[in-house]
Protein backbone atom coordinates (compact mmCIF):
# COMPACT_ATOMS: atom_id res chain seq x y z
CA UNK A 1 0.00 0.00 0.00
CA UNK A 2 0.88 3.51 -0.28
CA UNK A 3 0.52 6.52 1.67
CA UNK A 4 0.47 10.33 1.15
CA UNK A 5 0.64 12.58 3.92
CA UNK A 6 -0.33 16.05 3.77
CA UNK A 7 -3.43 18.41 3.55
CA UNK A 8 -6.65 17.29 2.71
CA UNK A 9 -8.83 19.93 2.20
CA UNK A 10 -12.36 21.20 0.33
CA UNK A 11 -12.42 22.96 -3.16
CA UNK A 12 -14.90 25.04 -3.74
CA UNK A 13 -14.30 25.14 -7.57
CA UNK A 14 -16.15 27.81 -9.88
CA UNK A 15 -15.99 27.19 -13.44
CA UNK A 16 -15.74 30.75 -15.67
CA UNK A 17 -15.52 31.57 -19.24
CA UNK A 18 -13.06 34.18 -18.35
CA UNK A 19 -11.17 34.70 -15.04
CA UNK A 20 -13.44 37.76 -13.52
CA UNK A 21 -12.53 41.06 -13.60
CA UNK A 22 -12.35 43.18 -10.12
CA UNK A 23 -15.23 44.83 -8.28
CA UNK A 24 -17.88 43.02 -10.95
CA UNK A 25 -20.34 40.61 -10.77
CA UNK A 26 -20.30 37.26 -12.32
CA UNK A 27 -22.01 34.19 -12.97
CA UNK A 28 -19.94 30.87 -13.39
CA UNK A 29 -20.72 27.87 -15.61
CA UNK A 30 -20.34 25.41 -12.89
CA UNK A 31 -19.28 24.97 -9.59
CA UNK A 32 -18.59 22.08 -7.16
CA UNK A 33 -17.22 21.07 -4.02
CA UNK A 34 -14.32 18.60 -4.18
CA UNK A 35 -12.03 16.91 -1.70
CA UNK A 36 -8.59 18.84 -2.40
CA UNK A 37 -5.29 19.23 -0.74
CA UNK A 38 -2.27 17.73 -2.85
CA UNK A 39 -1.56 14.51 -0.78
CA UNK A 40 -5.11 13.99 -0.85
CA UNK A 41 -5.13 14.66 -4.80
CA UNK A 42 -2.42 11.73 -5.54
CA UNK A 43 -3.87 9.70 -3.54
CA UNK A 44 -7.09 9.67 -5.14
CA UNK A 45 -5.02 9.51 -8.91
CA UNK A 46 -3.26 6.48 -7.18
CA UNK A 47 -6.64 4.70 -6.59
CA UNK A 48 -8.09 5.21 -10.28
CA UNK A 49 -4.90 3.60 -11.41
CA UNK A 50 -5.90 0.30 -8.72
CA UNK A 51 -3.10 1.11 -6.37
CA UNK A 52 -4.24 0.08 -2.48
CA UNK A 53 -2.93 3.26 -0.83
CA UNK A 54 -4.07 5.57 2.13
CA UNK A 55 -3.82 8.90 2.77
CA UNK A 56 -2.82 10.31 5.72
CA UNK A 57 -4.05 14.23 7.41
CA UNK A 58 -5.47 15.67 10.05
CA UNK A 59 -9.54 16.20 9.72
CA UNK A 60 -11.30 18.15 11.83
CA UNK A 61 -14.59 17.12 13.63
CA UNK A 62 -17.15 19.88 11.98
CA UNK A 63 -20.06 19.26 9.37
CA UNK A 64 -17.20 18.56 6.27
CA UNK A 65 -15.63 15.66 8.03
CA UNK A 66 -18.60 13.22 6.63
CA UNK A 67 -18.20 14.56 3.01
CA UNK A 68 -14.10 14.20 3.34
CA UNK A 69 -14.65 10.98 4.26
CA UNK A 70 -17.48 9.92 1.86
CA UNK A 71 -14.92 11.49 -0.74
CA UNK A 72 -12.53 9.07 0.33
CA UNK A 73 -14.41 6.04 0.58
CA UNK A 74 -16.03 6.73 -3.23
CA UNK A 75 -12.23 5.91 -4.08
CA UNK A 76 -11.30 3.30 -1.89
CA UNK A 77 -8.85 5.21 -0.21
CA UNK A 78 -7.96 4.54 3.21
CA UNK A 79 -8.18 7.30 5.89
CA UNK A 80 -9.14 5.67 9.42
CA UNK A 81 -5.64 6.71 10.34
CA UNK A 82 -6.66 10.37 9.80
CA UNK A 83 -6.07 11.87 13.38
CA UNK A 84 -9.63 13.78 13.82
CA UNK A 85 -9.47 17.01 15.85
CA UNK A 86 -12.57 18.38 17.91
CA UNK A 87 -13.82 22.32 17.76
CA UNK A 88 -11.27 22.49 14.85
CA UNK A 89 -11.60 24.07 11.67
CA UNK A 90 -10.76 22.29 8.77
CA UNK A 91 -9.05 23.98 5.62
CA UNK A 92 -10.54 25.01 2.70
CA UNK A 93 -9.76 26.73 -0.84
CA UNK A 94 -11.55 28.35 -3.29
CA UNK A 95 -10.93 27.95 -6.94
CA UNK A 96 -11.28 29.93 -10.27
CA UNK A 97 -10.98 27.66 -13.20
CA UNK A 98 -11.11 30.17 -16.97
CA UNK A 99 -12.27 28.41 -19.80
CA UNK A 100 -10.47 30.63 -22.12
CA UNK A 101 -6.71 29.82 -21.07
CA UNK A 102 -7.12 27.07 -18.68
CA UNK A 103 -5.75 28.46 -15.60
CA UNK A 104 -6.71 28.01 -12.42
CA UNK A 105 -6.69 30.22 -9.34
CA UNK A 106 -6.25 29.13 -5.43
CA UNK A 107 -7.37 30.98 -2.91
CA UNK A 108 -6.49 29.07 0.13
CA UNK A 109 -8.24 29.21 4.27
CA UNK A 110 -5.36 27.03 6.61
CA UNK A 111 -8.17 26.73 9.13
CA UNK A 112 -6.63 25.85 12.39
CA UNK A 113 -6.05 21.66 11.99
CA UNK A 114 -2.49 20.37 13.64
CA UNK A 115 0.09 18.74 10.93
CA UNK A 116 0.27 15.00 11.26
CA UNK A 117 2.54 14.22 13.78
CA UNK A 118 6.13 11.84 14.43
CA UNK A 119 3.31 10.19 17.41
CA UNK A 120 0.54 9.50 14.35
CA UNK A 121 3.18 7.62 12.62
CA UNK A 122 4.68 5.93 15.08
CA UNK A 123 0.89 4.23 15.41
CA UNK A 124 1.33 3.02 11.77
CA UNK A 125 2.63 -0.69 10.78
CA UNK A 126 5.50 0.71 8.25
CA UNK A 127 5.48 -2.98 7.30
CA UNK A 128 2.61 -2.47 5.91
CA UNK A 129 3.59 0.47 3.00
CA UNK A 130 5.23 -0.27 -0.09
CA UNK A 131 6.48 3.66 -0.51
CA UNK A 132 5.49 6.57 1.52
CA UNK A 133 5.19 10.02 0.01
CA UNK A 134 5.10 13.79 1.75
CA UNK A 135 3.95 17.02 0.67
CA UNK A 136 6.86 19.55 2.02
CA UNK A 137 4.42 21.54 4.43
CA UNK A 138 5.25 20.44 7.97
CA UNK A 139 8.56 21.83 8.69
CA UNK A 140 8.88 20.99 12.20
CA UNK A 141 7.83 17.28 12.22
CA UNK A 142 8.43 16.10 8.92
CA UNK A 143 12.58 16.09 9.21
CA UNK A 144 11.67 13.72 12.22
CA UNK A 145 9.04 11.85 10.37
CA UNK A 146 11.48 11.00 7.29
CA UNK A 147 14.21 10.33 9.75
CA UNK A 148 11.86 8.03 11.72
CA UNK A 149 11.52 6.11 8.34
CA UNK A 150 14.95 5.99 7.83
CA UNK A 151 15.51 4.23 11.28
CA UNK A 152 12.59 1.64 10.00
CA UNK A 153 14.53 1.08 6.83
CA UNK A 154 17.61 0.50 8.28
CA UNK A 155 16.09 -2.02 11.00
CA UNK A 156 14.95 -3.97 7.59
CA UNK A 157 16.77 -6.77 5.92
CA UNK A 158 16.94 -6.03 2.36
CA UNK A 159 18.93 -7.38 -0.21
CA UNK A 160 21.10 -4.22 -1.68
CA UNK A 161 23.27 -3.58 -4.39
CA UNK A 162 26.16 -1.49 -4.18
CA UNK A 163 26.31 -0.64 -8.11
CA UNK A 164 26.77 3.23 -8.00
CA UNK A 165 23.86 3.56 -10.67
CA UNK A 166 21.25 2.06 -8.93
CA UNK A 167 18.78 4.67 -7.76
CA UNK A 168 18.46 4.90 -3.84
CA UNK A 169 14.55 3.85 -3.83
CA UNK A 170 15.15 0.41 -5.15
CA UNK A 171 17.62 -0.04 -2.24
CA UNK A 172 15.57 0.29 0.53
CA UNK A 173 12.71 -1.42 1.75
CA UNK A 174 10.13 1.63 2.18
CA UNK A 175 10.81 3.87 -0.59
CA UNK A 176 10.30 7.80 0.45
CA UNK A 177 9.02 10.84 -2.27
CA UNK A 178 9.63 14.51 -1.09
CA UNK A 179 6.89 16.97 -2.76
CA UNK A 180 8.92 20.43 -2.61
CA UNK A 181 6.50 23.34 -3.83
CA UNK A 182 6.97 25.98 -1.67
CA UNK A 183 9.49 27.34 0.72
CA UNK A 184 9.67 26.07 3.86
CA UNK A 185 11.91 25.97 6.90
CA UNK A 186 14.21 22.83 7.28
CA UNK A 187 14.42 21.60 4.01
CA UNK A 188 17.84 21.15 3.57
CA UNK A 189 17.01 18.43 6.85
CA UNK A 190 14.66 16.73 4.54
CA UNK A 191 16.11 16.46 1.17
CA UNK A 192 18.76 14.12 2.63
CA UNK A 193 16.07 11.65 3.53
CA UNK A 194 14.31 11.41 0.53
CA UNK A 195 14.77 8.70 -1.91
CA UNK A 196 12.92 10.84 -4.30
CA UNK A 197 12.07 14.51 -5.12
CA UNK A 198 9.52 16.38 -6.82
CA UNK A 199 10.32 19.93 -7.20
CA UNK A 200 7.38 22.43 -7.83
CA UNK A 201 7.76 25.74 -10.34
CA UNK A 202 6.81 27.86 -7.82
CA UNK A 203 9.57 26.55 -5.41
CA UNK A 204 12.13 26.19 -8.09
CA UNK A 205 11.64 29.77 -9.47
CA UNK A 206 12.06 30.95 -6.13
CA UNK A 207 15.62 29.55 -6.15
CA UNK A 208 16.50 31.13 -9.08
CA UNK A 209 15.37 28.81 -12.12
CA UNK A 210 14.24 29.59 -15.26
CA UNK A 211 13.30 26.37 -16.69
CA UNK A 212 13.43 22.47 -15.48
CA UNK A 213 16.76 22.08 -16.23
CA UNK A 214 18.02 24.31 -14.21
CA UNK A 215 15.84 23.60 -11.29
CA UNK A 216 16.95 19.96 -11.76
CA UNK A 217 20.70 21.01 -11.19
CA UNK A 218 19.67 23.37 -8.95
CA UNK A 219 18.19 20.56 -6.52
CA UNK A 220 20.89 17.92 -7.38
CA UNK A 221 23.85 19.65 -5.27
CA UNK A 222 21.45 19.38 -2.42
CA UNK A 223 20.78 15.83 -1.96
CA UNK A 224 22.27 12.55 -1.65
CA UNK A 225 24.38 10.74 -3.98
CA UNK A 226 21.59 8.07 -6.20
CA UNK A 227 18.35 10.45 -5.29
CA UNK A 228 16.09 11.08 -8.22
CA UNK A 229 14.53 14.47 -8.81
CA UNK A 230 12.24 15.72 -11.12
CA UNK A 231 11.42 19.07 -11.99
CA UNK A 232 7.53 19.13 -14.06
CA UNK A 233 8.39 22.90 -15.88
CA UNK A 234 4.00 23.13 -17.57
CA UNK A 235 3.82 22.96 -21.48
CA UNK A 236 8.18 22.37 -21.10
CA UNK A 237 7.94 19.00 -19.82
CA UNK A 238 10.02 17.62 -17.34
CA UNK A 239 13.71 17.71 -16.17
CA UNK A 240 15.27 15.03 -14.12
CA UNK A 241 18.24 13.10 -13.46
CA UNK A 242 19.64 10.37 -10.74
CA UNK A 243 22.46 12.25 -8.77
CA UNK A 244 26.03 10.69 -9.29
CA UNK A 245 28.98 11.09 -6.70
CA UNK A 246 30.68 13.37 -9.04
CA UNK A 247 28.18 16.30 -10.03
CA UNK A 248 30.03 16.28 -13.18
CA UNK A 249 28.65 12.94 -14.13
CA UNK A 250 24.58 13.94 -12.84
CA UNK A 251 22.90 13.78 -16.70
CA UNK A 252 19.74 16.25 -16.44
CA UNK A 253 17.65 15.10 -19.03
CA UNK A 254 14.23 16.48 -20.29
CA UNK A 255 11.37 14.99 -21.35
CA UNK A 256 8.82 17.14 -23.63
CA UNK A 257 5.46 17.60 -22.85
CA UNK A 258 2.41 16.20 -24.66
CA UNK A 259 0.72 19.12 -25.67
CA UNK A 260 -3.48 18.58 -25.04
CA UNK A 261 -4.90 21.08 -27.43
CA UNK A 262 -8.06 21.55 -25.66
CA UNK A 263 -7.09 22.45 -21.72
CA UNK A 264 -10.22 22.23 -19.46
CA UNK A 265 -9.43 22.03 -15.95
CA UNK A 266 -5.28 22.36 -15.11
CA UNK A 267 -6.71 21.93 -10.97
CA UNK A 268 -4.64 19.06 -9.38
CA UNK A 269 -2.62 18.45 -12.97
CA UNK A 270 0.80 18.85 -11.07
CA UNK A 271 -0.94 16.39 -8.30
CA UNK A 272 -1.57 13.88 -11.15
CA UNK A 273 2.11 14.03 -12.10
CA UNK A 274 3.18 13.22 -9.48
CA UNK A 275 1.20 10.26 -8.50
CA UNK A 276 1.78 8.82 -11.76
CA UNK A 277 5.52 9.21 -11.14
CA UNK A 278 5.21 7.06 -7.92
CA UNK A 279 3.01 4.46 -9.06
CA UNK A 280 5.60 3.85 -11.70
CA UNK A 281 8.84 3.78 -9.80
CA UNK A 282 6.85 2.03 -7.30
CA UNK A 283 5.87 -0.47 -10.02
CA UNK A 284 9.82 -0.92 -10.68
CA UNK A 285 10.11 0.76 -13.83
CA UNK A 286 12.67 2.86 -14.46
CA UNK A 287 12.97 6.21 -14.15
CA UNK A 288 13.11 8.04 -17.94
CA UNK A 289 9.66 5.18 -18.32
CA UNK A 290 8.00 6.81 -15.15
CA UNK A 291 8.48 10.47 -15.90
CA UNK A 292 7.52 9.42 -19.52
CA UNK A 293 4.10 8.29 -18.86
CA UNK A 294 3.32 11.00 -16.00
CA UNK A 295 3.71 13.63 -19.10
CA UNK A 296 1.07 11.44 -20.68
CA UNK A 297 -1.71 11.10 -17.58
CA UNK A 298 -0.66 14.92 -16.39
CA UNK A 299 -1.93 15.81 -20.34
CA UNK A 300 -4.88 13.70 -20.11
CA UNK A 301 -6.26 15.20 -16.51
CA UNK A 302 -6.06 18.83 -18.68
CA UNK A 303 -8.82 17.27 -20.54
CA UNK A 304 -11.23 16.38 -18.17
CA UNK A 305 -12.71 18.55 -14.85
CA UNK A 306 -11.36 17.06 -11.58
CA UNK A 307 -9.95 13.81 -11.24
CA UNK A 308 -13.28 11.49 -11.23
CA UNK A 309 -12.68 10.63 -15.17
CA UNK A 310 -9.26 9.62 -14.80
CA UNK A 311 -9.96 5.89 -14.33
CA UNK A 312 -12.23 5.33 -17.08
CA UNK A 313 -10.12 7.44 -19.38
CA UNK A 314 -7.17 5.49 -18.50
CA UNK A 315 -8.88 2.22 -19.07
CA UNK A 316 -10.70 3.75 -21.89
CA UNK A 317 -6.88 4.95 -23.81
CA UNK A 318 -5.54 1.48 -22.39
CA UNK A 319 -3.13 4.02 -20.98
CA UNK A 320 -2.61 1.94 -17.72
CA UNK A 321 1.12 0.36 -17.46
Not at 237 to 247: E, F, I, K, L, R
Not at 295 to 314: E, F, N, Y
Amino acid sequence: MICTVGLICVDIVSFMPEYPTEDSDHRCAEQTWERGGNASNSATVLACMGVPVECLGTLADDKLLKFLQDEMDSFGIKHDNCPIIPCGNGPMSVVVCAKDTGSRTIIHAKGNLPEITLSDIKKLNLKNYTWMHFEGRNELELPKIMQFVKEHNNEESFTRTNLSDVPNYKNTTLPVSLEVELHIENLDKMLPLADVVLVGKDYAKLQGATNGSEAAELMSKRVLPGTVVICPWGDQGASYCVTSVDPKKTDIITQPVYLCENVVDSLGAGDTFNATVIYCLSKGYDVRTSVDYACKVASLKLQIRGLKGLRDLLKHQGKLL
